[in-house]
């Protein structure tokens, strides 16, 4: 009886007192610390309105490419027999200097053959005039004689005789020239089609080459771009000037820099981009205008140019980070976020330049924010204090 009372109890009197435990301990728990400040603010970066005098800059970018570049064509038939050592890819040209030697002893033959035409028909002339003279002697009356019994057309024909076999010899001293092949600039090979031994015709191709005294490089530009830069399409500067161009690329490791001007502008608007391009160009890139570390621009290389643009005077300017999407600006306002916006007169990668929105010391933010709401409490950090 004893064994059925406690198995029946001792449950009870576990669970009475688990119960009353708990009742406890509810009874007794601390109270949670209740937040009277309300949500925390946002840290952000912010920065000043600026009001400057600045200059606009315009980057785009364009591929080298020379202003000069021909076929070198042979004006005469004949075999080579020699070529200098820099006829090869890439060689130097020097302005009338023999690059390639074709055979001449056919011409120096032609030559002779026209010396001797042209001494023949002076006596011819002189054979002409004497004969002539001879005529007008043996006349009555010379005064109403006829030209031909002067004897003037064979005087003519002669003359024309003489004149036609010193084009003659004229003719072949040309083509006796033109067995040596040169250039009249300097430049560089970028190809070459024949060799010593080969027969080449009269117009073969037997290289091709540009000049290196300036390359050109074309610059696209957009609606925003040409209203920075300030210039009309079709502009065209006056030789000597153009404005200031920074070219930039990455060769052999290391950033290069050189120096141009754009020349012009072009009259008319390229119908598939849309598109007004520019011409920049730069003297003597192989020679007094290489880069700092010593390298050409050269041909055929993919460079980011910095325009100079219009002036402006009194401009407000932020960082670029400070522009957000659709023109828009984050302030900061008496502690909290305010969205307002702007009208950009110009940006590039470092800076905004504003016209209308901003005053001068307002803060603007540089910092991004999340799910940005306006009103929302921000903690100010001036940009200065960011080390």
């Keep these: 009886m004893t064994t059925i009372v406690t198995r029946v109890v001792a449950p009870i ?40 005098n600045v200059s606009l800059e315009v980057v785009t970018q364009g591929d080298v490419r020379a202003r000069i570049q021909i076929d070198l064509i042979a004006q005469v038939g004949g075999r080579v027999v020699s070529v200098s050592p820099e006829f090869t890819e890439g060689g130097q040209i020097e302005p009338d ?15 002779r053959q026209a010396q001797a035409n042209v001494a023949e028909a002076e006596v011819g002339v002189q054979q002409a005039l004497a004969d002539a003279d001879v005529a007008r ?13 002067l004897k003037k057309p064979q005087v ?10 010193q084009a003659g010899l004229e003719q072949a001293r040309l083509n006796l020239q033109r067995t040596d092949v040169s250039l009249p ?13 080969q027969y080449v015709a009269l117009g073969t191709i037997i290289g091709r080459a540009f000049a290196t005294d300036v390359v050109e490089i074309r610059l696209p530009l957009n609606d925003s771009q040409l209203a920075s830069l300030g210039l009309p399409i079709g502009y065209t500067a006056a030789p000597g ?30 119908p598939g981009s849309r598109m007004v391009y520019a011409s920049a160009e730069v003297n003597d890139p192989y020679g007094e205008n290489v880069s ?12 980011e140019a910095t325009i100079t643009g219009r002036a402006l005077t009194d401009a407000h300017t932020i960082p670029r980070a400070a522009l957000r999407a659709g023109d828009m600006v984050f302030l900061i306002n008496d502690g909290h976020l305010e969205v ?5 007169v110009h940006s590039s990668p470092q800076r905004a330049i504003i016209s209308a929105g901003l005053t001068a010391g307002e803060k603007v933010i540089t910092s991004p924010i999340r799910n940005p709401i306006e009103g929302m409490a921000l903690a100010e950090i001036d940009d200065a204090d960011k080390g």
Excluded: C
């Design 292 to 303: 700092d570390h010593g390298m050409p621009l050269a041909v055929g290389l993919f460079v």
């Design 340 to 344: 307002r916006p702007v009208s950009v």
């Design 137 to 149: 002697k043996q006349l009555r009356n010379a005064a109403t004689a006829s030209p031909l019994a």
């Design 97 to 111: 200097i023999s690059l390639l030697k074709i055979e001449d002893a056919d011409y120096r033959l032609l030559l």
């Design 156 to 165: 003519a024909g002669a003359k024309a005789r003489l004149l036609a076999a």
């Design 185 to 197: 600039f300097h430049g560089r090979l970028i190809s070459t089609r024949v060799d010593v031994g």
């Design 13 to 52: 009197l576990v669970l009475t007192a688990s119960v009353g435990a708990f009742a406890l301990l509810k009874a007794t728990k601390p109270e949670p610390e209740k937040n009277e400040a309300g949500p925390r603010p946002i840290s952000v970066y912010t920065e000043s309105v600026k009001r400057e």
């Design 241 to 270: 000037q153009g404005v200031a161009v920074t070219f930039t690329a990455r060769v052999a490791g290391q950033t290069q820099q050189w120096q141009g001007q754009l020349t012009r502008l072009d009259a008319s608007i390229d």
